[in-house]
């Protein structure tokens, strides 16, 4: 069963620094992208970053370029969002997809369950 | 960026009802759009890849349809498990971007 299991979300003051994790089981990891998706409370969804299954590319919103980067460990299953520089419109729900395709490009699919950010002091 | 437009922004339907939400693109994105499904307190869900391909697992009453840069789901018999929000994305390049988003209430 393909599984994604974030953490690291917690309460960070503005300005300050977090790294989000989303640990994958049930597929070869390192065949495909993968990608971060927030959702601020109430709010629709915004798709974050991107990375391709090599690691070599990689894609930001505009909102976060800059400040956040994207990253992957094929050695351990894992993918990695380091958040700088905090903002309150940072507060969301962060959850990690799989791009479900044999590109870098496509559906994203399954998600993780989320973890919440609160950047608030 | 592409710009997504999504309608209506929330429905209230009754069980057994057609329900068509749509989504038009700013530019051409050929097939490239996904819809999803998200309930409360829920991660989304992948219901339609290439707009019109239904994801393994997901009842066929959940079609998709495109026409140029407009884009539909539809739900051709409403059922009480289809309340949620729903929502289009475009896949075809970066940055990716969503739909606003259709709060589906059942009557």
């Known amino acids: 069963e393909v599984q994604l299991l974030e953490s690291g979300g917690g309460l960070v003051q503005p300005g300050g620094s977090l790294r989000l994790s989303c640990e994958a089981s049930?597929?070869?990891?390192?065949?495909?992208?993968m990608s971060w998706v927030r959702q601020a409370p109430g709010k629709g969804l915004e798709w974050v970053s991107s990375i391709s299954a090599s690691g070599v590319s990689t894609y930001s919103a505009d909102s976060v370029k800059g400040r956040f980067t994207i990253s992957r460990d094929s050695s351990r299953n894992t993918l990695f969002l380091q958040m700088n520089n905090l903002r309150a419109e940072d507060t969301a729900v962060y959850f990690c997809?799989?791009?479900?395709?044999?590109?870098?490009?496509?559906?994203?699919?399954?998600w993780g369950q989320g973890t919440l950010v609160t950047v608030s002091s | 960026a592409i710009q997504m437009t999504q309608s209506p922004s929330s429905l209230s339907a009754s069980v057994g009802d057609r329900v068509t939400i749509t989504c038009r693109a700013s530019?051409?994105?050929?097939?490239?759009l996904g819809w999803y499904q998200q309930k409360p307190g829920k991660a989304p869900k992948l219901l339609i890849y290439g707009a019109s391909s239904l994801e393994s697992g997901v009842p066929s009453r959940f079609s998709g349809r495109a026409s140029g840069t407009d884009f539909t789901l539809t739900i051709s018999s409403l059922q009480p498990e289809d309340f949620g929000s729903y929502y289009c994305?475009?896949?075809?390049?970066?940055?990716?971007?969503f739909g606003q988003g259709t709060k589906l209430e059942i009557k």
């Open positions: 994305l475009q896949d075809y390049n970066y940055p990716y971007t």
């Open positions: 530019q051409g994105i050929g097939n490239d």
């Open positions: 997809a799989r791009v479900n395709s044999t590109n870098q490009y496509g559906p994203q699919a399954p």
């Open positions: 049930g597929f070869t990891f390192s065949s495909y992208a």
